[in-house]
């Protein structure tokens, strides 16, 4: 019999692999953090000696969903102000709160949204927001991975005086992360509309030189992409392609307006993912990305929450619900997007967003990222497709356990590597005096 | 000092009142299953002796919410066939299992929905099927109110051999229920396309003569639409008005497509309300109803989940969430349907569509149905805005109690009137015997 750290058996097992198995009554062994089998439990059990064994019951394990797209900090601003345009919602209510952040302000309220990834199968994340030092640290408390960028802006932020500090900070953020296969460094120069040729240029090089992917957010809105035809004389993606971002890795959120010459150019750059964030997109009423159409062309996708004051959940179970129903509405066309399609975005899409190709399916010789719901819940009784249960009938309530590289991290309401009591108590703290500044 | 049953008290309380207040730091007293004092807790201990007093600590209590339209029993069906067109997942897929329904089947499953229901904060439902009598069985075991009719048809169900078996199953009904305060009893003819003039008469009539609401599926589809223009050469809701049945107050599910002259019917029937269910148009692809429209009309609006088949959830804030994202995106404006109102649909809209002018807000004199959500789940932290959050941050899964009629029928994970591991037990069994049969 060979050695494993962990035996865990489960009702069902949905691998997202090449053929899409689910396997029943069936077990995974994992080993310093990988996957190293993955079968019917009674052969598993005859194969692997394990230190410790876990038989998890009527659950289905899956991948750990992957959110590409987020600002996990804002949890801090989550229901400070909805219902308002865009711009007043931004320059009236967020940026003025954004000005007075601090790093430990950062750090509280990422762990925060990192509690609410974890509670709700989320085992990985693309963050991009300021002070991302303080957003590893509390990843680093959480036990999330995490890839994340500080955002590059064309003015200061509370946390870079300049976008040249802010590319000298992401730097800084690469070498305090080389060590830890959990945290990954990401270029974030933050949009089109609030950086210049320069700007966009310098951090292409950054990316070059450190050999990074970019992230930035990308044709979210109509008014973004009439500001930069006005400024550039070309639609925000054929701008971006002009500067040859597109030679590197990128990681693009929303593209929700995209014409047909901007497809053709997304379908011929070398390696983009396009990160969908319907329920953002809806709640600001920034319109319906192509998504589809941008499937059927063969684009990367993946599926992101945005941050928690635009949506207002970082839950990727109700995230992939609205891309499946956003998308037949639109369409006008029950079969659009089915749940295979919209998982295999939230799992498979979400590892190739981070640049892991050892996530999103639970394979051997993957990392053991991973998470389980109770098929005992009563919105997942019966359960006849476990692929459609994910996308309709789960709402995230049912994860009972949360794992990232075999380690676990939440367990039946307890979260493993900080008491979420003493967090909440923070939280209320801070938040009170912030109200009796304002 | 007076007294009362049961003293709540809890961190905050949302009324629903005329003026919307939340109070703070707050008490509910309750007494023969009604609120007979609401206000600040102090004022409360002061002013009632309890038999029982609960302290529910940092939690936010609101009516309990009304799920407007739904068909409980197709849990059965729930994820049994998904990302089909509505003809082919109508005829191919659910209809022939609905043939094979028995009474017993149809209790058990309904009883599963309406622990999903109690789970996720609703306290009340309005449900059509068939086998009616044991939807009404399956509440009196769950303690839900329900407001309930036989599906009327032109062709035979499982439960009924022709409409008029069916309009007699319906005055049965209400026999058997008339001494119970939580149910009630609907005259439901289907909908115009599976029934013609002559059912649709007799069931205004009987409605008549039993002095009940109507409720029906109307104006669900283009394609619907278009049938009915050329089998009766109007519009459903203009048919419908011809055939004088918004004469009586009529509960209407869908209505996705509606012309002005539709509208302006709409505006003059006496007492209609429109049961709104974002969640299926979106699913099935049926197309987005004007409901920002409706409202500003000033039509009564209530918000349903439609039957866990093309939902495939019976979760009210998740279906909260689906009607404020959906028209804000629809309507090009974030300020569209803002938490408010949508809130004020899932209560207050769902009491009128019940024809319970005691529910839909906390106030003395009301019944104490209620729910109560834990705000220290991650995704409730923190809380500025508390309608904000039941609409965009709340799934359901933060309930820890739910109450009907000042009994507690939901109690942190636990349902007080029925073993819900020997439902799912049987449940199980009964869904292997019908695959072993397939």
Redesign the interface.
Known sequence: MRQCSLLLHAQKILTQDAQRRILEDASLAINDGKIVDIGPRRQLECNWQATRTSDLGNVLILPGLINAHTHAAM??L???A?????LQ?LEQKIFPREAQLTAELVELFSL?GF??ML??GTTACLDMYIFEKAVFAAARRAGIRLTAGEGVFGFSSACCACWQDALQYTEELVASTAQESRLKVIVSPHSVYTTDPQILTASLHLAEKLNLPLHLHLSESPQEVAQCQKAHGQSPIAYLSRLGLFSRPTKLAHVVVCSDTDLDILSQAKDTTILHCP?S?????S??ARIPLMHQRGLSLALGTDG?AS?????MF?EM??A???H??T??????M??STVLDMATLGGARALGHNDLGSLEIGNWADLTALDL?A??L?????PA??LV??A???EVVLTMVEGEILYDHGTFTRFD??SL?RE??KV?ASIRKMA
């Open positions: 949890t801090l989550r229901g400070y909805d219902d308002l345009p865009l919602w925060l509690a609410e509670a709700s329920g997109n809806m709640k600001l009423a319109g319906c928690p949506n207002n959940q970082l839950n109700l619900n609205r499946a129903l956003l037949k509405l369409a006008n066309d029950p079969e659009t089915p749940a005992s009563p919105n009784v019966p359960c006849y497709e459609s249960h309709y009938a709402s995230g309530h979420y009591e909440c939280v209320t938040i």
